[in-house]
């Protein structure tokens, strides 16, 4: 399974972008990188995902560098209800399903 | 709406004495996975199902079993909690190997 590398913890101030960094460097052709986050004391929320070209959604955007090993998760406009660990991964398969192997995230604190 | 439950909560056991989990889903996908996840760690993938066929992660404690009746429901059971047991539960569902949702999580107090 890829491994991937974050930061421990980031602050950003409400209002700004906050831009989360991930290295993957042994990721492989077919894997995907998958961001999800969690609220103290929630289940995970998923945020986005993307195998090579740069993808949005309602939430951030994702942007993956060309070599794909590595990629950004931004927050365009974070918000207070925006604090919680930042989880990125690189999905794997296991029998007909997909692996998620949690990394240690970035906990990331939006001040007022 | 379309989601994933778990009930309880909260959940209060003895050390030695079984306990189940449940989790139910309503996205009708046909895998359910349970992960555990202890204060202050990132979650680990306990097991586990695609439709019918049951997949043991190869360190999951032999203590730690599930159960999936059909495939709105699937069930952890803890055969003799430990102390150390005691942590979050999360279910989670996918299609196949699309994105992988979550229920808000069981917390598991072992006495």
């Known amino acids: 399974d890829a491994k991937t590398t974050q930061p421990t913890s980031m602050d950003c101030a409400e209002g700004r972008a906050a831009n989360l960094p991930c290295n993957h460097s042994?990721?492989?052709?077919?894997?995907?990188v998958y961001w999800y986050r969690q609220i103290h004391s929630q289940g995970p929320q998923y945020i986005i995902h993307g195998l090579k070209n740069n993808e949005t959604n309602e939430m951030a955007s994702l942007i993956i560098t060309e070599d794909r090993k590595s990629s950004t998760l931004i927050l365009p406009h974070a918000t207070l209800r925006d604090t919680a660990v930042y989880y990125c991964i690189v999905s794997g398969r296991i029998q007909g399903a997909q692996k998620l192997v949690f990394g240690q995230g970035t906990r990331l604190t939006i001040n007022p | 709406d379309a989601m994933v439950i778990q009930n309880p909560r909260y959940q209060v056991t003895q050390f030695g004495k079984p306990v189940t989990l449940s989790c139910s889903q309503t996205l009708n996908h046909n895998v359910m996975y349970w992960y555990q996840q202890k204060s202050s760690q990132a979650p680990k993938l306990l097991f586990h199902?695609?439709?019918?066929?049951?997949?043991n992660e190869a360190d999951t404690p032999d203590n730690f079993q599930s159960r999936r009746p059909n495939t709105s429901f699937c069930f952890l059971d803890i055969r003799s909690p430990g102390l150390g047991d005691a942590a979050m539960y999360l279910c989670?569902?996918?299609?196949?190997?699309?994105?992988?949702?979550f229920g808000p999580g069981t917390r598991l107090l072992v006495l």
């Open positions: 199902y695609y439709d019918k066929d049951f997949n």
């Open positions: 989670a569902t996918s299609r196949d190997r699309k994105t992988q949702y």
């Open positions: 042994t990721i492989s052709g077919n894997e995907y």
